[in-house]
């Protein structure tokens, strides 16, 4: 006889993990630290070991030479797994706390995540290949991170000046600011793209016949002023990026997060059909209801 297609599920206590809630409020902190921090190492050692100039250096230069490259790899993945945490959770809340329903709050927060994501990958890939290996990659990883970045921010922003959602804390007290963080980003974007390419262009002008590096680029350079504003409006927008995720520590530090274990057990396999019925229920009861203490079969 064919085994019936559900089998009885027993479970024993279910064990709550709890007091998660406050600790997340943290981890825009933890971003911060993980990206500025290692940055600032890595541009110490790159300045002394003489592979950048001290004058604002783009922040991927302070990572491609070993061994700040190494350190640079480090951090920025560690910073690209707290960023997706920080994004999945935001997700989650606006889910949450979306007591309407609304289909465009669900598009946009949709739209976010999936931005957010992108950003996250981006920094990995930044990490990971330095520009004097793959630049192609390199300047892709940088293209997803800061063009991600800001189109998530517009896109958090927005959801802040929506009036029929409530998620949980006033976010239109936070809308205004982080609309302006959103618009600082693009314009910065915008500045540094024009700047950069005008700037290679007079670079590659003067040193087309040498092996000169341009991580090395000094005021006797041509471009040199147009540079620094690239590379000042990078800077800009990092530390921007940053600031608007830090604007999310009040929203995670009302988030409870719950973790349920639940053990299961198969039993003997039942030969009727009315048994294997009672089965399929008791597994769904299982699954559901995981607030109980006690799960019984």
Not at 59 to 81: H, M, Q
Not at 91 to 111: E, G, K, M
Not at 138 to 149: D, E, L, P, Q, Y
Not at 214 to 229: E, S, T
């Amino acid at each position: 006889m064919a085994p019936p297609p559900h089998l009885p599920v027993q479970c024993s206590k279910t064990k709550t993990l709890q007091g998660f809630g406050s600790l997340l409020g943290y981890l825009p902190f933890l971003l911060t630290l993980l990206i500025g921090g290692g940055i600032v190492i890595c541009y110490c050692m790159a300045v002394a070991y003489g592979h950048v100039e001290a004058a604002f250096p783009y922040i991927s230069d302070t990572g491609t030479f070993p061994p700040e490259s190494c350190v640079f790899t480090l951090f920025l993945n560690c910073a690209a797994v707290v960023a997706l945490a920080i994004f999945t959770l935001k997700y989650l809340h606006v889910v949450q706390y979306n007591r309407q329903c609304s289909p465009a709050v669900t598009r946009i927060n949709t739209a976010a995540l999936i931005t957010g994501y992108i950003a996250a990958f981006g920094i990995m890939v930044v990490g990971a290949f330095q520009e004097t290996n793959v630049l192609a990659v390199h300047v892709a990883g940088a293209m997803m991170a800061f063009i991600g970045g800001t189109v998530y921010m517009f896109l958090i922003a927005s959801l802040g000046f929506r009036q029929d959602v409530n998620f949980g804390v006033d976010e239109r007290q936070y809308a205004k600011a982080r609309l302006a963080m959103a618009i600082l980003s693009a314009v910065s974007f915008i500045i540094m793209i024009i700047c950069t390419r005008e700037a290679f262009a007079m670079w590659y002008s003067q040193h087309i016949d040498d092996d000169r590096k341009p991580q090395l680029w000094n005021k006797n350079d041509k471009g040199y002023n147009v540079h620094l504003v690239a590379t000042a409006f990078e800077w800009v927008m990092a530390l921007d990026l940053l600031a608007f995720l830090m604007t999310f520590s009040q929203e995670l530090h009302i988030i409870q997060l719950q973790v349920v274990l639940v053990r299961h057990t198969h039993s003997s396999i039942l030969s009727s059909p009315a048994a294997s019925a009672n089965s399929q229920h008791t597994t769904q009861d299982v699954l559901i209801d995981t607030d109980n203490e006690l799960c019984e079969s």
